[in-house]
């Protein structure tokens, strides 16, 4: 089983001039693993980090991002994931709010000329309990050139004069059903890592 999703349109929903970036989801042994296929713009050039690891503030640079919402509290998951190797997995409570970084995550990356493919295997233990929303960003591009992209992007009517493209606005993801993927008697496992901000 898997899902598989396109990212057609700019933040504030203009169709992409490009191949669009497509991610899939598939199960994984102990949790799910996020493929990715998309254009290599090499723009702007490489994060100076090793690949492999993780990045602060990856998100100046060409990435992908995914991120895996529970509406009712808010909390979520973010993975972004660079053609160059480096990725940076964040965990927000509130909106914006992260309160733990630069998780480790094993993330292989292939590339070519023009397109690259990258495979991450998210842990079940990183995913806020009852994940339900989600919604994808792909970021490429240097200054004025710089294009940001989404799954699910802004509705047009909902555009406001001068508004800047942001990824966290999280009424606009839509669902996600993990059971779809799972099994119908699927139950998402216990997350010792989000129990551990409750207690």
Known sequence: MKMEFTIK?????LPVSHEPVTIVLK????????EVNAPFFNDPPAPLGEPGKPFSRLWDY???????LSDRTEQYLEVELCPHGQHLLLLLSGKRRVWKEELPVEFEVTRMKTKWEG???????????CTNKFNAFAIHGSGEERKYEALHPVPRRELQEG????????????????????GEDWKQPESDIW???TN
Not at 9 to 13: I, L
Not at 27 to 33: P, Q
Not at 62 to 68: I, L, Q, R, S, T
């Open 62 to 68: 060409e990435v992908v991002e995914a991120f895996f």
């Open 119 to 129: 495979k991450a295997h998210l842990p079940w233990n990183y995913f806020p309990p």
């Open 195 to 197: 129990k551990s901000l």
């Open 27 to 34: 199960s994984d042994n102990a949790g799910l693993l996020m």
């Open 9 to 13: 349109h700019t933040w504030d929903g």
């Open 163 to 182: 508004q800047k493209p942001d990824f966290h606005r999280l009424e606009f993801f839509k669902d996600l059903n993990l059971k779809g993927l799972m």
